[in-house]
């Protein structure tokens, strides 16, 4: 089966709404509520929430396999006197999980993040979200731990953090 990574464009929202929609449920719905995945999902991935995204220079990548869209990471430098990137999103559709495509996206944002100068790979995990193991086996260690009001939600995160 082919698998291919390319960078989006803003062409791609659709598609990137799409795949929000079809792995946020499975991924999150064991520990947040359907009114928090509903209104993060309309915040975050509506098409003018992501059109806006893309004018702030968050690079978006969609993962394919054999043509046909089923994940997508989002990234871009959020520290520039530390050279600090932020992953800001990664997810896959639930048939892909298990597969290596995740480490295929991480693999491939580190190298473009490392590749404009970054020193360190960050992003934000939800502290009940079995991903957490999976981030630590791509490198990343748990930098923080922080509650992030959020609308009227508390985010439960972990800060984690890879050299690059």
């Known amino acids: 089966m082919s698998l291919s990574i390319r960078t989006a464009n803003p062409t791609d929202i659709s598609t990137i709404g ?14 947040i509520s359907a009114e928090q995945i509903s209104y ?21 990548l969609l993962v394919e396999r054999n043509g046909l869209a089923v994940g997508f990471a989002a990234f871009s430098e959020t520290n520039i006197l530390e ?20 480490k295929l996206l991480i693999d491939e944002v580190s190298t473009l993040s490392k590749n404009l100068g970054g020193l360190i790979l ?12 999976f981030y630590k086996k791509q490198g990343f260690d748990i930098h923080q731990s922080l509650d992030i009001p959020y609308h009227t939600f508390v985010l439960n995160d972990y ?6």
């Not at 795949?19 to 999150?28: F, G, H, Q, T």
């Not at 800060?159 to 690059?164: D, P, S």
């Open 40 to 60: 993060m999902l309309n915040e975050m991935y509506s098409p003018e929430a992501l059109a806006q995204q893309f004018s702030e220079g968050i690079t978006f």
């Open 159 to 164: 800060i984690m953090r890879k050299a690059l």
């Open 83 to 102: 050279q600090v990137f932020k992953l800001h999103k990664l997810y896959l559709l639930p048939s892909e999980q298990g597969k290596g495509t995740g």
């Open 122 to 133: 960050e992003l934000n995990v939800n502290r009940g979200n079995k991903a957490v193991e």
């Open 18 to 31: 799409q795949l929000a929609e079809e792995s946020w449920w499975p991924a999150y719905s064991s520990f």
